[in-house]
């Protein structure tokens, strides 16, 4: 059973740092790319990054480019995502998901919040 | 990287069919049959509904299906069920290995 659970989430003040992590199990983690879908509250979903397999090639939405740094440790089994100079609006719960062969995100975490305020 | 446009909410009673559109452009859902949907119960993660336009997942109910026409994409649910009631997402490739969500539709059964 693939398993997907972050961790790492809190209260942060604008400006601030904070590294999210995926702990992944039931599946050859570094077979698969893996994303980073976040949710503002009571708003809808919206996607952050992606990392292939490999790690060897990285993707960013605009509206974190430049701020935040997606990467994976295949050895642990783990996914991250590192956010540097977080605003106000990167306040949501942020997800992990695995992509399965046709971009579709087969498998989710349950979630980890974030809160970016003074 | 615009968002792909769905109605805010759909309504239908038990037993019937709704349909959810999700319009994008030519550099996402028009050009790419990479268009997946999800289903979200408040609380929860997401979960995948429909992949590749019109495939479902093992254990998805047949009664979810998937379509695209030009730059428009549509799940259509049938024979509606309480438990159906939900927040829709539809997501698609775009260029350069990136993803786009839709604003997500309230589906209410009546």
């Known amino acids: 059973e693939v398993q997907l659970l972050e961790s790492g989430g809190g209260l942060v003040q604008p400006g601030g740092s904070l590294r999210l992590s995926c702990a992944a199990s039931?599946?050859?983690?570094?077979?698969?790319?893996m994303s980073w879908v976040r949710q503002a509250p009571g708003k809808g979903l919206e996607w952050v990054s992606l990392?292939?397999?490999?790690?060897?090639?990285?993707y960013y939405a605009d509206s974190v480019k430049g701020r935040f740094t997606i990467s994976r440790d295949n050895s642990k089994n783990t996914l991250y995502l590192q956010m540097n100079s977080l605003r106000v609006e990167d306040t949501a719960v942020y997800y992990c998901?695995?992509?399965?062969?046709?971009?579709?995100?087969?498998?989710w975490g349950r979630g980890a919040l974030v809160t970016v305020s003074s | 990287q615009a968002a792909l446009t769905q109605p805010a909410s759909v309504s239908g009673s038990p037993g019937q069919s709704i349909t959810i559109s999700c319009t994008g452009t030519?550099?996402?859902?028009?050009?790419?049959?990479?268009v997946s949907w999800y289903q979200q119960h408040p609380g929860k993660a997401p979960k995948v509904m429909i992949y590749?336009?019109?495939k479902r997942p093992s254990g998805v109910s047949n009664r979810f299906s998937g379509s695209k026409s030009g730059n428009t994409a549509s799940l259509t649910i049938s024979g509606l069920q309480a438990e159906d009631e939900a927040d829709y997402y539809c997501?698609?490739?775009?260029?350069?290995?990136?993803?786009?969500f839709g604003g997500g539709t309230k589906v209410t059964v009546l």
């Open positions: 590749e336009v019109s």
């Open positions: 990392i292939i397999g490999s790690g060897g090639s990285t």
């Open positions: 997501c698609s490739y775009a260029s350069s290995s990136t993803l786009v």
């Open positions: 998901a695995k992509l399965g062969a046709w971009w579709e995100m087969d498998n």
């Open positions: 039931g599946f050859t983690f570094s077979t698969y790319a």
């Open positions: 030519s550099s996402d859902v028009g050009t790419y049959n990479l």
